[in-house]
């Protein structure tokens, strides 16, 4: 018997979920009686090549092949971003069928809805694609750690950040020209912003921690910078205080109060998420019972990212064997878990400061970190070009309130320029 599929465009990663169905085919009607095959495909033009060959498959410009196909029961949606995946998703639900998807934009803004029109109509929407490409991550945490009170998520979850700030590590460049390479190799888009931002990993940490702390969480909710500022010499300063720069993910859960936050971190080189490269993405959990656990693998990619789709097909067939409609991961369960700042949580910072290169500035400097009891673990002065020196602090552990506070007062000074102020992350508490 047969279970027929509908995929909603057919660009890198739509061809290869279609080369990995064809592929997988057989073991799948193996396990369970029923062979998975791709029958309707929407796309905009018909004539294009897309890299694979189509046999039984046919192509079509109009969703309505695929959402009013009574025989079509799992629609797969790649096109990405918000319209018109959004309708689709919604349009296929409500006629009864299960939806597979890979959109991170559109799961992040409308989970809730979309998922709520899921259980309505009795179909599951499965998205594990959504945020770490090949890595299992939402199937993990809502089944296989569903035994534990989830505390904290921690990592990279954003591969061409990830790449960029790798790039400007190893070979000693600014971030333009790390920028510029991530494009040329396909890691990033002409526009980056995205990425670069940070918005693509706080997307990504919605759903993560929607799902991880048993809540409904939004876009809003995250505190987010991106990496545009950081410069090769704050990478190069970083390293001689023994760091790395990464763009770091964290969501905490503490008595029901959450923390989430996208910001650009520096890590340990002793630590594993400091290894890291490239287009890696690596996420720590943290659960009562369970432990600290890592995941680690490729976030993106046509293959690793058809892995992920292919995989919650073949999760929705055994289903449909079974005769039974698994539950979506759904995050919004009981009440929404208020958002917090908390300023008193400490760290080590890292601060960066350009200053007049004249006697008793430095002096100035440490007297003021010393009226804020923020002493001082390493220290770095070099003078540059234009009669100006360059501190680099990184304080023993201080409140994020303080490392601002301090910052403020910095800034007062006609002698002195914050230039970075970056937090130390010891992920393994």
Known sequence: MQIRIGLLGCGTVGAGVVSLVRRRADRVADMTGLRPIVKTILVRDTQKDRGVSFIDERLTTSPEDILADDDIQIVVETIGGIEPAKTYILEALSRGKHVVTANKDLIALHGPEILQTAAAHGVSVLFEAAVGGAIPLVGPLKENLTANEVTDLKGIINGTTNFILSQMTTRHIDFAEALQMAQELGYAEADPSSDVDGLDAARKLVILASIAFHTEVHLSDVRVEGIRHITATDVRYADEAGYVIKLLAVGRDRDGELTLAVRPTLIPKNHPLAHVSDAYNALFVRGDAAGDLMFFGRGAGRMPTASAVVGDIIALVRNLKLGFVASSPNGSAGERKPVVEREDDAYKYYFRLTAADQPGVFAQVAHLFGEYRASMETVLQKRVEGG??????????????????????LTRSPQLAVEAVMPVEPVAE
């Open 388 to 409: 100006r020196a360059e501190i680099v602090i990184v304080t023993h552990e201080i409140s994020s309130r303080l490392a601002r506070e301090i910052s403020l007062h």
